[in-house]
């Protein structure tokens, strides 16, 4: 059992779900997995007021499901949910692409290439490439502006880290994707906002069909 937490009073049931939250995406709580509330309250030396809370906040992030009568579970992502997301993704992000290919400044834009070359480095470890491109891809919205574009973005991405048929998980796919985001770099480099947009939607394209046949 792990010693408990030290947690500042000002946001108890936020540092909890911040701890879940990192026990899903580390899959230390699989998708699916029952959340046993006893035991992570013994575990975490708080009550069940502040973990009910917490689990409200991941429930409002799709990250848990609660069942009537039978508790909380780590949510489950359905094929039809992956294609939706996938779908959505490319939707935002590809007209996301093409207004900053546009009207980007030349310093974002270099900005942007040392993000995708931090990128390149990582193209031999899975989790650190998984980070540096949502890195890259986070920041390219944040140039672009709109922040109702980058909620909507950064909770559909949040979720699809539930996927256990992540697109890179598929052999060959991440050095596919590395291609992919050499492309689209070169794109908003020379600021052709339609190659940019096209070539966003077929990134995330690829990877769903990627994902679906690992299934």
């Known amino acids: 059992m792990s010693a ?3 947690l500042a009073p000002r946001a108890l049931y936020q540092e909890v779900a911040e ?7 580390g899959r230390e709580l699989e998708p699916g997995a029952w959340i046993d509330e006893l035991k992570l309250c013994a575990e975490l030396g708080i009550s069940r ?3 009910r809370e917490a689990l409200k906040v991941l429930a409002a992030e ?3 499901t609660m069942k009537v009568r039978r508790g909380a579970y780590v949510t489950e992502m359905s094929e039809r949910d992956v294609r939706e997301a996938y ?6 992000e590809s007209d996301a692409a093409a207004r900053v290919a546009s009207g980007a400044e030349e310093s974002e834009l270099a900005e942007l290439q040392l993000l995708h070359q931090a990128l390149e480095r990582q ?4 989790d650190a490439f998984f980070a540096a491109n949502e890195q890259f891809h986070l920041r390219l919205l944040e140039i672009e502006g709109n922040r109702w574009r980058q909620q909507i973005v950064t909770d559909l991405r949040r979720v699809m880290k539930l996927n256990r048929h992540h697109s890179l998980f598929k052999q060959g796919r991440l050095d596919e994707s590395l291609q992919e985001h050499r492309a689209l770099m070169t794109a908003l480099s020379q600021r052709r906002g339609e190659d940019a947009a096209r070539l966003m939607r077929e990134h995330f394209d690829n990877g769903l069909a990627a994902a679906s046949s690992s299934k």
């Open 123 to 126: 193209a031999g470890e899975r």
């Open 49 to 51: 007021t502040p973990l």
């Open 87 to 92: 779908q959505l993704l490319a939707l935002l």
């Open 4 to 6: 408990p937490l030290t």
């Open 62 to 64: 799709g990250l848990v």
């Open 19 to 25: 701890r879940l939250r990192q026990q899903i995406f």
